[in-house]
């Protein structure tokens, strides 16, 4: 598959100096605190996302950086706080400064054409570190830019647009709304569609004089201290990468072997999400008494259902609005059972979450010190497919391929995946999961996965795509 050409694909990146851009138009100086959802341990790394476009023959003179440029420092206008920088006051309480000094841009050339990256675009992609260039002292928490853009030409007219975002100050949707308003802006519009809403003292803990009565709803147990006894997290150089493929067809044969009311009502993260848990742990084989744990991104903005407090988090806010609720078993009963039995487990966790539960996340965070989730004989599932930022358009229609540019969380390999809507090699619409291992536990990994993609029943008798579409991927991240 394409995949497996592209993960051996090296080529040279030509780097200018990178500038700084700074709003369009003057903006508030002032000091603006995260919530106490933002600022917790374990959201205070970059996130990265990567566009890849290929020629648009309307557009095929006009340089991409400078217009991509002027639209990044347009929409900072509105996005003021997204161009200052962090500090961190009493307790460990970040807040944002203000400042105006502007975000990262790197202009750059690749002597490379979009199609060398072959015909299914997935993380992980070649050379990354050359297309998101991390200049020292640039990733800091403190006093750096919160935002990096590098927007690559490619020798075939076409471009590749890599932005990195301090996860502190936004969370995936609002990264793409910041987006959606630099697309917005590159197209000419005036003002973004959809305007930013700051609003974080709506997920801050109660003050002091309330915390000691503050009830503990929750029992937030992807907080819970556990000691790494036996080694679990695994160094990122002995790690394999691979993505997985999911068309409508792989999908409908890991919902075979759920339990009826399962197949009619589990969600396809759900559903996957239970699937790839027991898939990781059986390869990772860890005692039979093992806790293995199972941490859901579940996002509390509105549509998804009445919040118990009344609140809603409005439209326009690009703050971190989710929580981790986490799934918990032992690894004997994850593997001895079917998968239905995970599944449930997922399904359960997820259905705790809403804007009360995020509150109590915020006394926790305030009570304890701002602790990092727990990632011990840990796994981390997030849903990306429905981000919209496939959909955006900057002028030169839209992307070939928009999403994460990598696997993972953070510093810490091995724990995270992400759902991502892609097309594969041959133009099918499914869901690619990057996936990361140590390399003996990839190939029991792909094995498992591979059972659980024939469907259970003997409904079909064709082979599974899962058998062409599992490449061993040497990760270039």
Not at 81 to 95: T, V
Request: glycine share 8%; aromatic share 8%; proline share 8%.
């Amino acid at each position: 598959m394409g995949m497996a050409n592209s993960s051996a694909l090296k080529f040279t990146v030509r780097r200018q100096p990178p500038a700084l851009v700074v709003p369009a138009g003057p903006t508030p100086r002032e000091l603006k605190p995260l919530s106490d959802i933002d600022d917790q341990e374990g959201l205070r790394f970059y996130i990265p996302a990567i566009h890849f476009f290929g020629r648009h023959e309307g557009r095929g003179d006009v340089d991409p950086a400078p217009v991509l440029r002027d639209a990044v420092a347009a929409a900072l206008v509105h996005y003021y706080p997204l161009a200052g920088r962090l500090r961190e006051l009493e307790g460990r309480k970040l807040a944002v400064d203000c400042t105006g000094e502007g975000v990262l841009f790197v202009e750059a050339d690749a002597d490379v054409r979009l199609d060398q990256f072959g015909a299914a675009l997935q993380p992980p992609f070649p050379c990354l570190d050359e297309l998101l260039f991390d200049l020292p002292g640039s990733s800091d928490l403190l006093d750096a830019p919160l935002l990096h853009f590098q927007v690559t030409r490619l020798a075939c007219g076409g471009f590749i647009m890599a932005v990195k975002i301090q996860h502190a100050v936004a969370d995936g949707p609002g990264l793409v709304q910041f987006l959606a308003a630099v697309a917005e802006m590159a197209r000419g519009a005036a003002a973004p569609t959809v305007q930013p809403v700051w609003g974080r003292e709506l997920l801050m803990a109660p003050t002091d004089d309330d915390l000691a009565g503050a009830p503990r709803t929750f029992a937030h147990r992807e907080y819970d201290d556990v000691p790494d006894t036996k080694g679990t997290i695994v160094p990122l150089d002995s790690m394999t990468h691979r993505s997985f493929f999911f068309g409508p067809r792989e999908v409908a044969a890991v919902r075979s072997h759920l339990s009826p009311s399962l197949r009619r009502g589990a969600t396809t993260f759900e559903v996957l999400t239970g699937c790839l848990w027991r898939c990781r742990t059986v390869a990772l084989a860890p005692a039979a008494d093992e806790e293995m744990r199972m941490i859901c991104l579940v996002s509390v903005r509105g549509g998804r259902k009445p919040q118990q407090s009344g609140t809603v988090i409005p439209v326009g806010y690009y703050g971190n609005a989710f929580a981790f609720p986490v799934a918990v078993s032992t690894a004997g009963d994850l593997c001895d059972n079917p998968v239905s039995y995970a599944v449930e487990l997922v399904m359960q966790a997820k259905r705790e979450v809403n804007v009360e539960y995020l509150r109590s996340v915020a006394r926790l965070m305030v009570r304890r010190g701002r602790p990092h989730f727990t990632v011990v004989r840990a796994y981390l599932m997030s849903d990306l497919t429905r981000s919209g930022i496939r959909d955006l358009d900057y002028g030169w229609g839209k992307p070939v391929y928009a999403g994460p540019a990598k696997g993972g969380v953070g510093a810490i390999p091995g724990v995270a995946s992400f759902l991502i809507a892609v097309k594969n090699a041959m133009g099918e619409e499914g869901i690619a999961v990057p996936v990361c291992l140590p390399g003996h536990a990839m190939d029991k990994f792909t094995e498992e996965m591979s059972k659980l993609m024939r469907p259970a029943f003997g409904a079909s008798s064709r082979p599974s795509s899962a058998d062409n579409v599992f490449p061993k991927i040497k990760s270039a991240i």
